[in-house]
């Protein structure tokens, strides 16, 4: 069961990376070739802007579920102060984790709801006549990944609070 779960933890680490590294490089390289035609050479390509906002929306929002996994995502977290016993703070953790966990569960349903509604209404982009869904479908595969390491990291407050030592989950 450890082995299959870290073959999915790492899996999913190298589809993020390769999703991001191939969204960061598309970006450069539309507005870098939209740079040097236009002003070189004056000629811009049509619709460079919106291709590049399609891939900025993989980008930050895969970005957002990598930071998730990592735990770097920005926490504003004082308990540590003011907690000194390590039983006490890793449930006031795994509580927060719960609670976490429910609101990404909530932004599931939102995102399949407006996924959902994009395939009904087949709104496309203004100018390449990109189907909208293609961005927006983003924020919907984001909140699973979101939920599936909040729901990691809750388990592993969980266990912590029961006095087990934390997952290692280096990739």
């Not at 479908?137 to 979101?146: D, E, G, R, T, Y």
């Amino acid at each position: 069961m450890k082995h299959a779960f870290m073959l999915l933890w790492r899996l999913l680490d190298w589809a993020q990376q390769i999703v991001m590294v191939a969204a960061s490089v598309s970006i450069v390289t539309l507005i870098l070739v939209q740079v040097v035609l236009r002003y070189f050479f004056r000629m811009p390509i049509f619709g460079v802007e919106e291709l590049a906002c399609l891939f900025g929306f993989w980008l930050y929002f895969i970005g957002a579920a990598n930071g998730s996994r990592e735990s770097s995502h920005i926490k504003a977290d004082i308990l540590n102060v003011f907690v000194t016993n390590e039983r006490v703070l890793n449930i006031a953790k795994a509580v927060i984790a719960f609670i976490t966990l429910v609101l990404s569960g909530i932004f599931i349903e939102w995102t399949s709801s407006y996924v959902s509604w994009s395939f009904v209404t087949w709104e496309r982009s203004p100018s390449l006549r990109i189907p909208m869904v293609c961005a927006q479908a983003s924020l919907f595969v984001s909140s699973i990944l979101m939920f599936f390491y909040f729901a990691v990291e809750f388990v592993d407050y969980v266990r912590q609070a029961r006095g087990y030592p934390p997952f290692d989950l280096t990739v």
